[in-house]
């Protein structure tokens, strides 16, 4: 089962990870609203799927078949 969650909510859990990431909220909103990640619309609010921002930084993505 895939995870969504608030961008501000993906931020806080990269940050207990690490404190000092240069990550944004504004990025966060941005892979999803570009298509780079799994996102879902509720009302005037979108909820993103954590694993997908996850495996984003990690280098993992659909495309990437090396």
Not at 24 to 50: P, Y
Request: proline residues 2%; charged residues 30%; aromatic residues 10%.
């Amino acid at each position: 089962m895939t995870h969504f969650r608030y961008a501000t909510q993906i931020l806080e859990e990269i940050k207990e990870f690490d404190p000092d990431t240069q990550i944004s909220l504004g990025f966060i909103k941005r892979l999803a609203k570009n298509g780079l990640v799994r996102a879902r619309s509720v009302g005037r609010c979108t909820l993103i799927a954590q694993e997908d921002v996850f495996r984003f930084f990690e280098g993992e993505t659909e495309d990437n078949n090396d």
